[in-house]
């Protein structure tokens, strides 16, 4: 493998080189001959930081320009987003603005950016830093865009844009960025009051209208800073607030399965009826009962597991402050401190409409008959008619608060013309959350005439019986739940790193320095102490009291005839406080309850780092050529604990490790002329397993028909990559780049997730974990763990273009554009057996093959339009899938934005921003044969408000 990559970093180096070379000697024929004595490096000199303007740009092709020079000064591969004008960014999201960056997709939930993957590699490869310190965020989703963030990945939602000034993604490493990450590492960066020139104070106040929700909610920011007369001290100060009303709407099938998945056999080898398979009475036309319940997973028929419809209510609050204090108390003396703060507070009600039927073993599938059906060509019963299915309706209703903070404080400090020292210490932490989650459910029990369709993309789900009045439901013990799992997700980093820089000579700098980082992760859930299903039977007059109907289902959706937009569910405020508040059956309780102490996960993770690396810029010798070569040492020590089965008894067990690593990097760059460079560089790097991942404890949970089992691995080796990267970069005029970048990462493992279909009774756990749940020892629960598989090749280009148009006449030269184009290339081995003798061949999970993006924009003096696209190509998210299927992923999308800005005048700005405006929707799937899974949209976002600044 070795030698493979070599020679293809080879072939890219000498392709890379020979077109260089052309363009070369084609841009040089096109140039003026140099001025007389002009020395022969001197056209190559590349703007330096000093030459930009010490202010904060202003306009959306300013803030271009501005990230095109930093791109192009830096010596590794960098691009930035910078702010357009003070306390606003191009996007109201984060992740959104990140998206513009070439190699950079993000997967969004309740309409907005979450998460971002760099060049194919998901969140857990990439790190982000704020104000130079690492730094997790953690939030809460909905359970079918991937519920709370246990891992390493950063949401960015947290965040309102307004409070930071730019962003970086450093696309190469070098040895002064800690290690961590394979994608990339992120820079964000809040305003500091040294990076104006003037007091300021700006204030901006808009309106925030979604068109499925509609609602009009607030959104105000403001920034004020000021420094003394002597430039010696200088304050900043920022906050936005702002409120959020939406709704998401679909279909939530809760993957497929096939008739005979969870059919157990006695021991004289006959299935056992009631363990899982439709009912013998079953037909479907050219198919016997024996291949309806076919317990081959590659010939059986698969069918829906709970098709259902579902509806998100979602209001949040977004509160956050950045204070920034700089302090120069002489020139050669540079002091910050930065504080940033932020919550996110919101709320999620949840109404449901399900056929629960088909996952159920027991009472459910077994006695479901199929009165008449379609089969498709990929063996689905892709429509059907059904009797004595089990229906079910329930609310559930999540409060989600993050808290995060984090503290830095900065030193530069020069020793004469030659030495400086640079040193950080901080501290961050990011606190979720989840005081309440609750969830209620009725049922309808061996209903008749259920129907369901998915022959279009979205289904035709039409139940039988009437599931807006109450008297259809029941509320049973043994049947009928309520879940009540408060939890919270804790990080924290504490940083301190030091460096000290030597310039030997104009042409040649030496850097070496050490950092240490301490990481902790620390995760709790309550759940009740009785089974879930453990409830107190109520009447249909206690149902009535407590239920309300839920309407208005499907606006935007083009729901297919007889697709209910209305069923009863349970009004929680009145079920809790008339059957649930002090009644002691539905304590809780945590590290005592079976299926809440596998959430019980503390990580204490101690990573120690020392560097040395040299810079060169050969420019005044004559010879156009920059870089940097360097090498880092680093060695990781990580302590988990979690709760774990030893025969009968279940103990808090801990697991200890540590490892050290050498990672070595060098980019250079050629400066052909003043126009053209090329980029060369290689290197290692290494990201850590996913946080929670390293438990060495297991979590057993029973929900409704899912049943799972998942487990940790604190043996987790960490992800290793050799990476090569060369990249062409023209600069035709001011704000203007074409390059060509391409990558290839040759990754030594992947951390994936193995799960198989069980029986509990294998599991070596309690059979007393399952008393008063309903579920029989020979049920099957999908069991999961992480487990290192073998690596693969990641490979890809991009294509980036900028270009204002102002070589163009009149109004015309106000005009530009920026397009980018990503290709990514991975396939690895996945384990499907435990004992790792059988795997299937997939692309890596959370790579897109293709990305694009693309805005125009037209801006003068009062007046500024822009319209943007962003492509994202279908990604898996599980390898391999379970019940059956190869795996699950989530479709293409393609989503629309605009903004219009209007300057009154020096003070006042007027503007108009539509988000999402064709409304796309989430789309997931399972199988390769492209099964509906989930499919839902959260409508359009219309932002209007006016910016004043003194």
Known sequence: MANSAFRGFKFALVAGVAAAAMTASVA????APAADGQAAGEAAQVPSEADEPAIVVTGFRESLSSAIGMKRREIASIDAIKA????????????????????VAISRVNGEGRNISVRGLGPEYTRVRINGMEAIGTTGGTDNSGGVNRGRGFDFNIFSSDLFNSLAVRKTATADVEEGSLGATVDLTIARPFDYKKS???????????????????????????????????????????????????????????????????????????????????????????????????TGLFHPRIPGLVSYDINQKRLGGALSLQFRPADSTLISIDGLYSRLDGTRSEAQFQAISFSRSGAGKPQTIIRSGTVDANNNIISGTFDAVDLRVQSRFDKLVTDFYEVTGNLEQKFGDRLKFTGLVGYSK?????????????DAANTNNFYYDFSTRFPTIKP??????????????????????????????????????????????????????????????????????VVQTLTADQIAAATTLFSGFGRGLNLPGGTPSAWIVPD????????????????????????????FITVKEEDVGAWGMAEFNLADSGLPVRGDAGVRYVKTKQFSTGYASQGSTISLV??????????????????????????????????????????????????????????????LKPTESTNFDVAIEFYPAKGAIYSLALFQKNIGTFVQTLSVGLPFSSLGLPESLLTGTGVLPTDTFIVSQPVNSSGGKLKGF???????????????????????????????????????????????????KYAANATLYYEDSKFSVRGSMAYRSKYLTAVPGTEGNAWNGTNKTVNFDAQVSYTINDHLKLSLEGINLTDTKNDQFVDETNRLNVLTHSGRQINFGAKYTF
Do not use: C
Not at 257 to 279: L, Q, R, V, W
Not at 430 to 442: G, K
Not at 583 to 597: C, F
Not at 701 to 706: C, K, L, T
């Open 464 to 533: 039988g019986v009437d599931i807006s009045n109450p008297a259809t439901f029941t509320f049973t013990n043994g049947t009928s739940e309520v879940r009540i799992r408060p939890q919270t997700v804790d990080n924290a980093f504490t940083t301190a790193k030091g460096a000290l820089e030597w310039t030997a000579t104009d042409q040649f700098k030496v850097k070496a320095g050490v950092d240490w980082r301490r990481f902790t992760y620390d995760s709790t859930e309550q759940r009740r102490l009785q089974a879930e299903t």
């Open 200 to 298: 300021t104070a700006t204030f901006s106040v808009q309106g925030s209208y979604n068109d499925l929700s509609r609602k009009v909610k607030p959104r105000l920011s403001g920034l004020l800073t000021t420094t003394n007369d002597a430039g010696t001290f200088g304050v900043l100060m920022s906050l936005a607030y702002e409120e959020r009303s939406l709704k998401e709407e679909g279909a939530n099938i809760t993957r497929w399965t096939y008739g005979g998945f969870g059919i157990t056999k006695d021991t004289a080898g006959n299935p056992i009826a009631s363990s899982g398979g439709f009912n013998a009475a079953s037909t479907l036309p050219g198919y016997t009962i024996a291949q309806i319940n076919n317990t081959d997973a590659n």
């Open 572 to 599: 929680l405020d009145k079920f809790l406080g008339l059957y649930v508040q002090g009644n002691p059956l539905y304590a809780i309780g945590g590290i005592e309850n079976a299926t809440a102490r596998g959430s």
């Open 28 to 31: 040089r024929a096109q140039q």
């Open 430 to 442: 990011s606190a979720f959350r989840n005081p309440i989650q609750t969830t209620v459910t009725l």
């Open 84 to 103: 357009e004008d003070i306390a606003e960014f191009p996007d109201l999201n984060l992740a959104e603005s990140l998206q513009r960056i070439p190699g």
């Open 654 to 715: 801990g697991a200890d490790r540590s490892y050290t690593r050498w990672l070595p990097s060098a980019n250079l760059v050629i400066d052909l002329n003043d126009k053209l460079m090329l980029r060369l560089a290689a290197a290692k790097t290494l990201a850590r397993a996913g946080i929670a991942s390293l438990t060495p404890g297991g979590n057993l949970s029973i929900s409704g028909g899912n049943r799972t089992f998942s487990s940790g691995n604190p043996d």
């Open 798 to 848: 991009e294509v980036n273009v900028q270009q204002p148009f102002s070589f163009l006449p009149g109004v015309l030269s106000h005009f530009g554009m920026l397009a980018n184009f990503t290709y990514v290339g991975s396939n690895i081995q996945y384990l499907t057996s435990a004992n790792g003798s059988t795997f299937v061949t997939a692309p890596l999970v959370g790579l897109s």
